[in-house]
């Protein structure tokens, strides 16, 4: 059997390193839990509030106020909070990364590094359960260990951006199918209950209007959140292209490769989190797929060699 060209694979299943996975994904998941505060006070919250002032049109003026103090809270609290879990879980990825891959630490960038303190204290309760665990087991492709360690950081590097782009793109699709749904539901009640604009407004439209604009938001955020994996996809392309040339240094590879990183760990801790009930359905079509693109690489890198 070939000797590995590089120690990634079983590095990344070490004791220390499935600690910093633990962690990141830990913080991660408590940063999902606030959005999932969030979407019950924006979507069947007021869908509740909607019903009650159709019942009871002497309470609309109080379930309109009700949702606009909804809506406050969402954008001064919970939406501050998580976007503080999102940055930490970010910032013990990075080093994961970071010593994975052998890439320096860009402190301007990312700051300081989280403590041991911190990393252990978010990641001991994550792995008491072994299936967790077996979720961040061979968290990169195993292939890649036939490769170089400059190629083995670009696939797992790609491999990270297109998961996260196919992910979205599916998320995207289910939220706009969501608030057309509901916009058009609606509408069919107030034509057929016969409201006026008044009672249409205050009964239907104020109460609901939470709901509408999470779905407009939440779209919006995962539909940038792609756009920029896909400029991020298009520079690790070309990026390939070039750690396969003899014309581009190993020393120069290795620093693009810091600067995708650098991009990487802005699009961590800025993007919206997507909810693990749908990461987990769609996980093994798209981890499939990871999969099979790093062996390809990985066969393109030999095949390259052997010329």
């Not at 209950?193 to 407004?201: G, Q, Y």
Request: proline share 4%; with cysteine; hydrophobic share 40%.
């Amino acid at each position: 059997m070939p000797k590995p060209l590089n120690q990634l694979p079983s590095t990344q299943n070490s004791e220390r390193f499935l600690e910093y996975l633990a962690a990141s994904s830990s913080l991660y998941a408590r940063a999902k839990h606030l959005a999932a505060i969030q979407m019950i006070l924006t979507v069947p919250f007021p869908i509740v509030l909607s019903i009650v002032a159709i019942l009871n049109p002497e309470r609309k003026v109080w379930s309109a106020f009700c949702c606009i103090l909804v809506s406050i809270l969402d954008a001064l609290v919970i939406e501050k909070l998580e976007k503080n879990r999102k940055k930490e879980a970010a910032k013990i990825q990075e080093l994961f990364d970071c010593e994975l891959f052998d890439l320096d630490w860009n402190e301007f960038k990312v700051g300081d590094k989280p403590s041991r303190e911190k990393i252990h204290a978010s990641s001991e309760g994550f792995l008491r359960k072994e299936s967790n665990v077996k979720k961040i087991k061979n968290w990169y492709s195993p292939h890649v260990e036939r490769v170089p360690l400059h190629l083995a950081r670009l696939i797992c590097q790609r491999s990270n951006i297109y998961w996260d782009s196919e992910l979205r793109r599916s998320y995207v699709d289910w939220i706009t199918g969501l608030g057309l749904l509901i916009s058009i539901s609606t509408v069919i009640v107030g034509i057929a209950l016969k409201m006026n604009l008044e009672i249409f407004v205050l009964s239907l439209l104020a109460p609901i209007s939470p709901t509408l604009l999470w779905c407009i938001r939440e779209a919006n955020k995962q539909r940038e959140s792609a756009t920029t994996l896909d400029r991020l996809i298009k520079y690790s392309q070309q990026l390939w292209v070039d750690s396969l040339s003899d014309k581009v240094s190993t020393d120069e590879i290795t620093e693009r490769s810091r600067r995708l990183q650098d991009e990487l760990f802005v699009h961590r801790y800025s993007n919206q989190p997507i909810f693990n009930w749908i990461n987990n359905m769609l996980q093994q079509k798209y981890e499939a797929q990871m999969n099979l693109g790093a062996e390809e690489l990985v066969a393109c890198a030999l095949k390259k060699d052997n010329r």
